[in-house]
């Protein structure tokens, strides 16, 4: 049954005779036996930007009634009736092709990061589970690919003028989750219950305090394993590191990282760098925002 709901999923679709990811429904969960306040809601997240750790305060906030499911991962979590809160990467646009539909009915809990950060990251993880050799010519290849990926992501789920306008869409910036964890987090459980239940200010702290020591701290599913992390990643220690970063981030500034609210990373201060050899991915003018 599980494996066939996860097959057929898709964003506002049927998934079987019972159950409609296109209405707004709470759903008495089995682990707990009683209604969950949450609404079954899809967390369309670039990878690494924040998914796991936003997703260990809810299950800490929420207990039993917070029902996670994966459909970039079966093997993480299957989606089941049960299961009210769906990540997806949306990997289907790498090619260009991706099949998730965005429904006026479906509820959407955003994450979305810098780039530069996030591709960083994106990669280190890639090659410490031996899936990528770690060489300049791999990450040569793998930067402008994940960045062609990162602005179609940003394009469909932020920018959209019907996504940012839409109420049943609640985007969470890395920055703002890291900087402020207790109000980001409050506003996404506020999201996630329809504003509906009161938020428990008591339990939200100690939720977030069990995974945040400066933001450092998260839970790895197997074996429930406490991690620590870096509180804050420098993009200028990465040893790919180059003056192409300088102007990567110049040439997003104006029709991304502006209109998403997500801080630069180099100021004023940085030397001006030569220019670019890395060839950008290019976009359809239509995407482009006018002034």
């Known amino acids: 049954m599980a494996e066939r709901i996860h097959k057929q999923y898709a964003y506002g679709a049927q998934l079987d005779a019972n159950t409609h990811w296109s209405k707004m429904t709470?759903?008495?969960?089995?682990?707990c036996g009683r209604m969950s306040p949450i609404l079954k809601t899809v967390n369309p997240c670039f990878p690494r930007s924040g998914h796991r750790f936003l997703r260990n305060i809810f299950e800490a906030y929420f207990d039993d009634q917070f029902v996670f499911g994966s459909v970039h991962n079966a093997a993480e979590r299957k989606v089941t009736e049960d299961t009210n809160y769906i990540k997806d990467h949306d990997t289907g646009l790498l090619s260009g092709k991706s099949d998730?539909?965005?429904?006026?009915?479906?509820?959407?809990?955003?994450?979305?990061?810098?780039?530069?950060?996030?591709?960083?990251?994106?990669?280190?993880?890639i090659v410490c589970r031996g899936k990528l050799e770690d060489s300049p010519e791999k990450w040569a290849g793998f930067l402008p690919q994940r960045l062609r990926f990162w602005k179609a992501f940003v394009r469909k789920w932020c920018l959209d003028p019907g996504m940012r306008a839409n109420d049943r869409v609640h985007r969470v910036q890395y920055d703002a989750l890291y900087s402020n964890t207790v109000g980001e987090a409050e506003k996404a459980i506020s999201f996630l219950t329809g504003g509906q239940v009161e938020i428990d200010h008591k339990?939200?702290?100690?939720?977030?305090?069990?995974?945040s020591r400066g933001f450092c701290r998260y839970r790895i599913d197997d074996g429930m394993e406490e991690k620590l992390i870096n509180a804050r990643r420098d993009v200028r220690e990465f040893r790919y590191f180059n003056d192409d970063f300088y102007r990567l981030e110049e040439a997003l500034a104006?029709?991304?990282?502006?209109?998403?609210?997500?801080?630069?990373?180099?100021?004023?201060?940085?030397?001006t760098p030569p220019a670019m050899s890395v060839n950008l991915p290019t976009e359809p003018a239509r995407h482009r925002r006018a002034g």
């Open 26 to 31: 709470r759903t008495e969960t089995r682990a």
């Open 100 to 125: 998730r539909q965005i429904t006026s009915d479906a509820r959407y809990l955003v994450q979305y990061r810098h780039p530069l950060e996030s591709i960083q990251s994106y990669f280190e993880f």
């Open 203 to 211: 339990r939200l702290e100690s939720a977030v305090g069990q995974f």
């Open 254 to 271: 104006r029709d991304y990282l502006e209109p998403l609210g997500i801080p630069r990373l180099f100021g004023d201060t940085d030397a």
